[in-house]
């Protein structure tokens, strides 16, 4: 192939000054992007709270609280796995997301952070498919 047979979206071949120059200049537009992601994320952190009115899950040892779930710690992390009551397994990317989690979860725990796993399918079919996947998480 000649360089006259390139497609036209191959960019110019430049000299290294010209390089540099377009190099350095995307690097600022990319931290100016970083920036920017930054203080977005500092502004969603800084949204106020609503309360939540206390409701009851049916967990594997029956009902339990909204409440009981945070196990006295400060923060609860929820994983909602999509697996809708007449489906017969569990939502395929929910599937991968728990079964790419970490086999030891005590560093949450270490931390002050609970973890629970929500669903709307009956319990019986979400502790067989918790069984199938050889899920530990509650």
Same mark, same amino acid.
């Given at each position: 192939?000649?360089?006259?047979?390139? @497609?036209?979206?191959? @960019?110019?071949?430049? %000299?290294?000054?010209?390089?540099?120059?377009? *190099?350095?200049?995307?690097?600022?537009? =990319?931290? !100016?992007?970083?920036?920017?992601?930054?203080?977005?994320? +500092?502004?969603?952190?800084?949204? @106020?709270?609503?309360?939540?009115?206390?409701?009851?899950?049916?967990?594997?040892? =029956?009902?339990?609280?909204?409440?009981? *779930? $945070?196990?006295?710690? #400060?923060? *609860?992390? &929820?994983?909602?796995?999509? $697996?809708?009551?007449?489906?017969?397994? =569990? #939502?395929?990317? #929910?599937?991968?997301?728990? %079964?790419?989690? @970490? +086999?030891?979860?005590?560093? *949450?725990?270490?931390?002050?952070?609970?973890?629970?796993? &929500?669903?709307?399918?009956?319990?019986?079919? /979400?502790?067989?498919?918790?069984?199938?996947?050889?899920? !530990?998480? /509650?």
């Amino acid at each position: 192939m000649t360089k006259h047979d390139q @497609p036209q979206a191959v @960019p110019a071949v430049v %000299d290294r000054a010209r390089f540099d120059a377009a *190099l350095a200049e995307q690097v600022a537009v =990319g931290k !100016g992007v970083t920036r920017h992601n930054d203080r977005v994320s +500092a502004s969603r952190r800084r949204l @106020p709270m609503v309360e939540v009115k206390d409701y009851s899950f049916t967990g594997p040892n =029956g009902p339990v609280r909204l409440t009981e *779930l $945070f196990r006295e710690r #400060c923060l *609860l992390v &929820v994983q909602n796995v999509m $697996f809708a009551p007449a489906w017969d397994e =569990g #939502c395929l990317s #929910c599937t991968w997301a728990v %079964d790419n989690l @970490p +086999a030891n979860m005590e560093r *949450l725990a270490e931390e002050g952070i609970a973890f629970a796993m &929500v669903s709307q399918a009956p319990i019986e079919k /979400l502790e067989e498919w918790r069984a199938n996947r050889g899920w !530990g998480h /509650l």
